[in-house]
C-alpha cells in the first residue's frame, strides 16, 4: 500500500468507501455524517493530515487526523471491506501516528461507537486502551 496525502481527485472514491465502510454515513442530514462536508472541512484544517492509502492505484483505505497542540485524534480510519485483515489500517494508523509525532503530539484519543465492539480488538492490537472518561457531545 502506498500512503499519500489527499487530493482533490480522490474525493469520489473517497466518498464511496466511507459510504461502504461507515453505513450511517447514508444518514447526511447529520452534519458530521456528510462525507462531502467532511472532506470540505478537513482541506480547510490540516488537510496535510488526511491521508489516502493506494492499491494499484486505486483508494484502498483513508484516516484523518488532527492536533490542538495539546492532543491528537484520529478519524475516518477506513479500509474496503474485501482488503480488510491485510495489515491495511493498521499501517494507515501508524502513518497518521508518526505524522502527530512529528508535530510534537504526545497522545493520541480516538472514539469508536459503542455498537461496534467488533473495532475494539483491532486498536487493543495497536496498542489503544479504552480511557476512564465519559466523552460529551454537542451539536452547534
Known sequence: ?????FEPGDRDAVIALWRDVFPEYADTSRPQR???????????????????????????????????????WVY?????????GNGYGSALMQHAERALAKLG??????????????LRGFYEKLGYRMDEVVSLGKRL
Open 105 to 118: 503530539c504526545p497522545k493520541v484519543n480516538l472514539q469508536i461507537l459503542s455498537v461496534k465492539t467488533e
Open 76 to 84: 475516518s480510519l477506513a479500509v474496503a471491506m474485501s482488503l480488510r
Open 34 to 72: 456528510d462525507p462531502a462536508l467532511s472532506i470540505a472541512n478537513k482541506m480547510k484544517t490540516q488537510p496535510e493530515l488526511f491521508f489516502v492509502g493506494l492499491l494499484d492505484g486505486a483508494i484502498a483505505g483513508t484516516v484523518m487526523a488532527g492536533y490542538d497542540g495539546h492532543r491528537g
Open 1 to 5: 500500500m502506498i500512503i499519500r496525502a
